[in-house]
């Protein structure tokens, strides 16, 4: 799914040299690799019959909704179009539902239907699941080392700028 980028993300990616990485570039780029890793293994776990796209977009509507069709395009990077299809996949599939706008009759919005969140429960289960018994599997002080090193991340991502 294609963002945006912003004038700091082009800025960075031009100011990293690749040729010498530092200890924090390496640092990084493991970090990176790990967490494109378990994002890959998340979604196997998952196993869902929706695009990524379609899941992404079903998972915003569940906790944004209701949205507009043009509000879940913006929030998700794609264009109009795109996004029409995405919904309409959703709506096929009774996970989401679309409802008039009283105030303007060209609009509505969108909202997960029962069926909707039910799915999305179950995937985030599957994937919990998944990554609980990857915890238990650890060495206690690895676990312990993982999840300071969490705290650690959330923490920073939560601040201005990040």
């Known amino acids: 799914m294609a ?11 031009t100011t990293i040299d690749r040729a010498r990485p530092r200890d924090s570039q390496r640092a990084a780029i493991s970090l990176r690799i790990a967490i494109a890793r ?7 776990e998952g196993a869902s019959d929706l695009s990524p796209t379609a899941l992404s977009a079903l998972a915003t509507i569940n906790r ?3 949205v ?17 299809r995405v919904i309409g996949r959703l709506l096929e599939a009774g996970l989401i ?3 008039p706008d009283p105030d303007d ?3 509505s919005f969108l909202s997960t239907t029962m069926l909707g969140s039910a799915y999305l ?4 289960s599957r994937k919990t699941a998944f990554l609980a018994d990857l915890l238990e599997s650890l060495p206690p002080e690895d676990a312990s080392t993982l999840e300071r090193a969490l705290e650690i991340l959330d923490r920073a991502l939560e601040e201005p700028g990040s």
């Open 3 to 13: 963002r945006r980028q912003t004038k700091r993300q082009t800025s960075r990616q």
């Open 38 to 44: 378990t994002a890959r293994r998340l979604r196997q």
């Open 64 to 66: 944004r909704g209701p």
């Open 68 to 84: 507009t069709p043009t509000d879940l395009a913006g929030i998700e990077g794609v264009k109009r179009p795109t996004a029409t």
């Open 97 to 99: 539902e679309r409802v």
């Open 105 to 107: 009759g060209r609009s």
């Open 121 to 124: 429960n179950q995937l985030r």
